[in-house]
């Protein structure tokens, strides 16, 4: 489906173009189409959701635009990037320089404490935020040292997300933040991504099945099937504390 | 639990080079264990067998010459059952086209002889007077076959034999000269059987015995009629008596059997330790990462012994798989080293039997093994408590700061890699054991045989330095040996030794040796420890190996008796010192100089053997010249000294070097197994690393910069591991008549280190190429 609900009013810069996306996962004989043929635009700074059901394709478009998975046809381009064309070093490459990632389950490295989990980011960007700060921001300096194991689930997500801003990308993308934490800290989370996307103005993708999340999003982006069945744009997105999750 | 077992076949899949490794290892344990049992049950049974069927006597004794008819007289010796005599001599084999000079010890064959019974192949009853059955070995040197004729010189005359075919004889399985060196030669010496009547003949020496078989009656012991047959005997000129435990027949086969127990105990444990090593490891690593997994179960409600049944299983089935798995390769391999044996010991049976015990026990010894391996690698299921696991494991080492200096000094990456070795250092201890262990085995396994190779190599090239050795027919003067020398063209150096067979006679204890006369500025024969040590021989005194010291209970600085009947004149035995206790590798030699013979002795310097060294190309030449004396009775070339010593020690050369290439083996595997195992357990770390987008050289970065520094800790631990390991194998080698040190040279560990090095970089790239293989999308989907 098109992105024929597109504001006409936008004139923000594209950062993320997707053609005809098609992939498929084979097993032995059996071809599964997981995407079919998506067509898709996001604007610089925009805070997108991307709704949809178990099984619709959403984490998957997640993963190909974060260069972890790749396409069987089609194009994607982000900027003016083709990312479809890369191999597995340029998506590297593409990955480290553009894209930050929060996952559901956090992947913290074990070994490493709340700080150096961020500072290990920082690390691999050219123009790297101050891991510090960030873990201030977080709110969780006073457990710098605190290794994942010894962190409640809420707080290894937010340093996380602290991680994945250290990098400073341009494009943050999130596969179901909140969907192992309990509804306050999962808007405590929610508030940290806004709070970046509006501070930094970077863009952000978090994909969900969480509906309520959508009501916070500049653009909402309906996923069943396979493709994008519809797409919604909040002329006036709701602050996460006026939702009534 | 039918699903369970399933995701553990699944992780056993995933872990498949690890389990396949462990049951590699576990199987060449197994390997070694049944090989070297049935080839030494075989040996034994066999060997033994031979010496029982073919009656070998109580008590030896020789003789110069006795009147056949005075035999009966030994009888009246309190504890002499029955007695038995044979007449032997040496005549000397003429062959065609060379002047060799060949000795046969030949032994008079009758069909009613009662003891030391010989085989003939073709049986024969009666054997004609000039025919000759020959040793197999010399028959096959010289290509002799049954229907040959043969010309042999006895007492200076020339006489034509038929060969009918081989003979066996059950005291000569390792026939050799009294003084010859430490293994066969049958270039030169070899026994042969000729008709009673045919041998007197020849040896002109009508009704007479030489050897004496005697059958103690039951409750007596050797120690008992010791002392008769001296008395009895030394009017006949004695040469001394040998029981039957003693004799080189049953030695050869006791002393090979008793050197390889210890090995069979000791290579298969070594095995054993690294397989359980290796499962522990492995199941420890599986229990970790299951974790959740069996908290969730505990959760539902299984118990700690419905989940561990499991795992046990699969010690069951690895103790299983590495025990069927080499029984036919070991089998075949023990049939191998049983007829190599079989055929240099002169042994006519040939029949090899598989022992179910033997398999029987191998069965139970792996499976134990793994089961004991897997219950310590999966104990800790009994510790995990179902709440508790539903969190990650919390990491080891606590806040590890790296010191300034060094933290200073590394990158991004190398700091990932000093961290997370500091704080698992038990994940880097096991990769630092898992390189330390194989580190050992490869230094020490193969260094037995370098070992011994060298201590042959010294014996020949070290101590005994002459080209050939010429045994006299009888004792003759230095002057007289000085002419001879001088008079043969093309001889560098020669010298004359002396060797007489004595009977010393330590604190308790009495042993029959060869006391050496050798010359105290000798350049051809030298008296050396496995040190380097040299030593020269005394006037006033004997030099005697520690072997001979300890049998004998005496140390340096005792006094010990010699009785002989050539050097004691007096009939009295002779009182002298023991100057010094040497320690050398093998044999119980004792020394003394010609002029100590003198002094001790009053005997004048004389000798029974020439040490001969050739000038360059006329090695021909003085053969030629020495085969035309007559006082001859062979000549050893030192050459094929080492070639017959590498024969005699072919059986153990192989099968050490089969034990030290699959320790080889072993420790590659081994160094996969875990290093691959330590990495895969962070797949989903590494897995983060590459979606933050880290490149494949950084990550190449981390784990070399991990592994290098595992890998020097392993080799720094290697070195106490390879002196305990070389202290367990000496002791495992070590007899009363060989003691072989086993040296770690500089060149086996840099072999050793060249391995462990060389398998490390091979693991870690084939690491590496399955750590970028991965889907990234799967790492993520799962939870730490």
């Known amino acids: 489906m098109s992105e024929n609900n597109m504001d006409s009013k936008n004139t923000k810069r594209t950062i993320l173009r997707a053609e005809g996306m098609i992939k ?19 604007d610089e700074g925009e805070f997108v959701v991307i709704l949809g059901p178990s099984g619709s394709g959403k984490s998957t478009m997640l993963n190909i635009i974060g260069g972890i998975d ?163 744009i909040n002329e006036k997105p709701m602050n996460p504390d006026e939702v009534n999750w | 639990m039918r699903q369970y077992f399933k995701n553990v076949i699944r992780t056993i899949l995933q872990n498949k080079i690890s389990y396949l490794g462990a049951v590699f290892i576990i199987a060449l344990g197994s390997l070694v264990y049944i090989a070297m049992s049935d080839f030494l049950k075989n040996l034994d049974r066999e060997g033994m067998k031979y010496l029982d069927d073919s009656r070998l006597s109580d008590v030896m004794a020789s003789v110069e010459g006795m009147p056949s008819s005075d035999l009966s007289r030994l009888e009246s010796i309190e504890g002499v059952e029955n007695t038995f005599g044979r007449l032997e001599g040496n005549i000397r084999l003429i062959p065609e086209d060379s002047d060799k000079i060949i000795t046969l010890h030949v032994l008079a064959y009758s069909p009613d002889d009662t003891m030391n019974l010989i085989t003939l192949e073709p049986v024969y009853d009666e054997v004609n007077s000039d025919e000759i059955f020959l040793g197999k070995n010399i ?24 060969v009918s075919g081989i003979g066996y004889a059950s005291e000569y399985l390792n026939p050799m000269p009294d003084d010859a060196l430490y293994s066969p030669d049958y270039s030169i010496y070899d026994i042969a059987i000729m008709s009673r009547e045919g041998l007197e003949k020849l040896l002109n020496r009508e009704n007479i015995v030489t050897n004496i078989g005697i059958e103690l009656s039951r409750g007596y012991s050797y120690s008992d009629v010791y002392y008769g047959l001296e008395s009895m005997l030394s009017q006949y000129g004695y040469n001394g008596s040998t029981p039957r435990k003693e004799s080189d027949a049953y030695l050869c086969i006791s002393d090979e059997v008793e050197a390889y127990e210890m090995i ?97 026990k191998i069965f139970v010894i792996d499976i134990l093994t793994a089961l004991i391996a897997v219950f310590l690698g999966v104990y800790d299921v009994l510790k995990i408590n179902p709440a508790e696991s539903m969190r990650s494991n919390p990491p080891q080492g606590g806040n590890v700061k790296l010191p300034p200096w060094l933290e200073a000094r590394l990158n991004t990456r190398q700091k990932l890699a000093a961290t997370a070795i500091l704080r698992n250092k038990l994940r880097s201890a096991v990769i630092a054991v898992a390189i330390a262990l194989p580190f050992a085995m490869t230094c020490v396994l193969p260094a037995y045989n370098f070992a011994s190779k060298k201590s042959a190599e010294n014996q020949f090239g070290k101590v005994e330095k002459y080209d050939y050795k010429v045994k006299l027919g009888s004792n003759i003067t230095p002057d007289s040996a000085e002419q001879i020398i001088r008079k043969i063209e093309g001889i560098s150096k020669g ?9 010393l006679t330590g604190t308790y204890k009495y042993e029959y040796v060869s006391l050496m006369a050798i010359d105290k500025e000798s350049e051809l024969y030298s008296i050396m420890d496995h040190y380097y040590n040299f030593f020269e021989p005394r006037d006033d005194g004997i030099i005697i190996s520690h072997h001979l010291a300890d ?201 050793a280190f060249a391995i462990c090095f060389g398998a490390t970089a091979v693991s870690i790239i084939l690491i590496l190429k399955d750590l970028f293989n991965i889907e990234l999308t799967d790492v993520l989907k799962e939870r730490e």
């Open chain 2, 495 to 503: 010298e004359l030794m002396a060797s007489y067979q004595v009977k």
């Open chain 2, 139 to 162: 028959a096959d040197v010289y290509g002799i076959q049954k229907g040959d004729t043969v010309n042999v010189l006895a007492n200076g005359r020339n006489y034509e034999l038929k």
């Open chain 1, 24 to 42: 498929d996962f084979v097993t032995g004989d059996i071809v599964l189409r997981a995407l079919k043929g998506v067509n898709l635009t996001i």
């Open chain 1, 70 to 232: 790749t396409i069987t046809e089609g194009k994607l381009f982000y900027d003016i990037v083709p990312v479809h064309e890369l191999d597995k070093a340029g998506l590297t490459d593409y990955r480290r320089k553009y894209i930050g990632f929060v996952f559901q389950f956090y992947n913290l490295m074990p070994n490493l404490s709340a700080i150096e989990n961020i500072s290990l980011a920082a690390e691999l960007s050219e123009n790297p935020l101050n891991p510090n700060e960030l873990l201030e921001a977080v709110g969780l300096l006073a457990r710098a040292d605190y290794y994942p194991a010894k962190m409640s689930g809420g707080q290894q997500q937010r340093v996380a997300i602290a991680r994945a801003l250290c990098k400073n990308p341009d494009l943050l993308l999130c596969d179901e933040p909140t969907g192992a934490l309990d509804i306050k800290t999962g808007v405590e989370i929610l508030k940290l991504l806004l709070d970046f996307n509006r501070r930094y103005k970077k863009t952000v993708i978090i994909v969900t099945h969480n509906a309520d999340i959508a009501l916070v999003a500049d653009k909402v982006i309906y996923f069943r099937d396979g493709n994008i069945e519809k797409i919604q």
């Open chain 2, 551 to 751: 049998r004998l209970h005496i140390k340096a600085g005792d006094t010990v008796e010699i009785d002989s009947a050539y050097l004691c004149r007096t009939g009295e035995p002779v009182k002298v010192y023991v100057t010094e206790v040497i320690e050398d590798d093998s044999g119980m030699g004792a020394y003394i100089s010609m002029e100590g013979l003198q002094n001790l002795f009053s005997v004048s310097p004389s000798g029974d053997s020439l040490l001969i060294k050739c000038e360059r190309g006329m090695d021909d030449t003085v053969l030629s010249e020495f085969s035309k004396l007559k006082n001859i009775s062979y000549i050893v070339d030192a050459n094929n000294a080492l070639d017959g010593y590498n024969e005699m020690m072919g059986t153990t050369v192989l099968m050490l070097d089969f034990i030290a290439v699959f320790s080889v083996i072993a420790g590659i595997i081994m160094i996969y197994s875990i290093i691959s195992i330590g990495v895969r357990e962070r797949k989903n770390e590494f897995g983060t690393l590459m979606v933050l987008g880290m490149k494949r050289s950084e990550i190449s970065e981390i784990i070399i910069s991990e592994q290098t520094v595992n890998f020097i800790s392993g080799i720094i631990l290697g070195i106490p591991f390879v002196i305990m390991l070389k202290k367990i194998l000496q002791f495992a080698v070590d007899t009363d008549t060989e003691t072989i040190l086993i040296p770690i040279t500089a060149p086996l560990r840099i072999f």
């Open chain 2, 264 to 360: 069979i105990a000791v290579i298969p444990t070594i095995f054993m330790a690294v397989t359980v090593f290796m499962l522990y490891i492995i199941l420890k690593k599986m229990v970790d990462k299951d974790r959740q997994l069996i908290g969730t179960l505990k959760a539902f409600g299984t118990t700690d012994m419905e989940i561990m049944k499991v795992y046990m299983l699969q010690g069951v089935l690895i103790g299983i798989l590495g025990a069927i798995l080499p029984i036919l390769p070991a089998e075949y391999f023990a049939q191998y080293l049983f007829l190599d044996d079989m055929n240099y010991y002169n042994v006519p049976s040939r029949l090899f039997t598989i022992y179910p015990d033997t398999i029987f």
